[in-house]
T-cell receptor, first 110, second 115 residues
Framework: SQQGEEDPQALSIQEGENATMNCSYKTSINNLQWYRQNSGRGLVHLILIRSNEREKHSGRLRVTLDTSKKSSSLLITASRAADTASYFCATDAYGNQFYFGTGTSLTVIP | EAGVAQSPRYKIIEKRQSVAFWCNPISGHATLYWYQQILGQGPKLLIQFQNNGVVDDSQLPKDRFSAERLKGVDSTLKIQPAKLEDSAVYLC?????????????FGAGTRLSVL
């Protein structure tokens, strides 16, 4: 089974609002990454957080990691219509095993 | 810098036929991945190469799927014979490996429809 599970499965918000999506995973990890996938396209790397980090920022993105709860969250602030996409967390477990979650489908309404 | 190239973009075949996908990773990337993404799901890792050696193929259905990476650069993924449940997008990704902390760069994928 896949390592990561995103929540919610789908999210619809108005432009300018913030979007938060969560990821839970099962085993110890080396790092956790978030990727975006636009419809019919390949995945694009957004941000990486290491297992010894708790929070990381990149532009309008904020990622948190709680290794005790085996969970992470991605916050997109001031969302734009162009942020409409599916978002996946991916865990890099020790032993070079790489797992993607099930994804959150985000729709930003102009 | 050129991205990960995949071909073909689309492929339609009948069940029990064979199909092959090709991937050219970013120059200098030692690690290459093949993923299967079924509609509505996250990508599932099929096989991971480090240079031309296999690191992980635990989720590759070896009775019908095969992959190779000649000379540690290009890679091909083959399905023989295809089943209806193989309909999916096949994604290739590459990374610098340990030095790049596993950050992967994806191609646009090949959408396979098995009829």
């Amino acid at each position: 089974s896949q390592q990561g599970e995103e929540d919610p499965q789908a999210l619809s918000i108005q432009e300018g609002e913030n979007a938060t999506m969560n990821c839970s995973y099962k085993t110890s990890i080396n790092n956790l990454q978030w990727y975006r996938q636009n419809s019919g396209r390949g995945l694009v790397h957004l941000i990486l957080i290491r297992s010894n980090e708790r929070e990381k920022h990149s532009g309008r993105l904020r990622v948190t990691l709680d290794t005790s709860k085996k969970s992470s969250s991605l916050l997109i602030t001031a969302s734009r219509a162009a942020d409409t996409a599916s978002y996946f967390c991916a865990t890099d477990a020790y032993g070079n095993q790489f797992y993607f979650g099930t994804g959150t489908s985000l729709t930003v309404i102009p | 810098e050129a991205g990960v190239a995949q071909s073909p973009r689309y492929k339609i075949i009948e069940k029990r036929q064979s199909v092959a996908f090709w991937c050219n990773p970013i120059s200098g990337h030692a690690t290459l991945y093949w993923y299967q993404q079924i509609l509505g799901q996250g990508p599932k890792l099929l096989i991971q190469f480090q240079n031309n050696g296999v690191v992980d193929d635990s989720q590759l259905p070896k009775d019908r799927f095969s992959a190779e990476r000649l000379k540690g650069v290009d890679s091909t993924l083959k399905i023989q014979p295809a089943k209806l449940e193989d309909s999916a997008v096949y994604l290739c990704a590459s990374s610098l490996g340990v030095l790049g902390e596993g950050i992967q760069y994806f191609g646009a994928g090949t959408r396979l429809s098995v009829l």
